[in-house]
C-alpha cells in the first residue's frame, strides 16, 4: 500500500509458518499509524490474511482487527469496521450537541421568563 514504509519479516525453518509485514506512516519523527499484515498457511494450501492496526506513537495498542480470505478482503474489512465506528461515535456526538443546545434553549427560555415576570 503506498504511503506506507514497509518492513517485511520471512518466516525462520524454526518459527510457524507465516510471512508478515509492518507498514508505518509518519510525519518527520512522530509514528502517525502502524498497519501489520500476516500471511497465515491454513490446512490444504489455504491462505489467510491478518490485518491489525495501531494509531498515533511508537507504543500505541492495536486498535483492531480482520481476517479474511485475500488481502484486500482483510483491509476491506478493517476499513469499514473503523467506518462503523466513526458513524457510531459521530451519531454520540450529534446526540450530545442536540441535547445541550435544547437544554441551552431551556436556560435562555427560563432567563426570559424571570427577565419578564420583574
Sequence with gaps: MPGYKWVVHRPSKFTNSYLSAMGTQSSGFNRLSTLQI???????????????????????????????????????????????????????ADAIEYARKRHNQSLEMAAEKCRDSA
Design 38 to 92: 500476516i500471511q497465515r498457511e491454513k490446512g490444504e494450501g489455504t491462505i489467510e490474511y491478518e490485518a491489525k492496526s495501531s494509531g498515533f506513537g511508537l507504543k500505541s495498542p492495536w486498535l483492531s482487527e480482520y481476517t479474511g480470505k485475500t488481502l484486500a478482503q482483510a483491509l476491506r474489512g478493517l476499513q469499514n469496521h473503523y467506518e462503523r465506528m466513526a458513524r457510531e461515535y459521530s451519531n454520540h
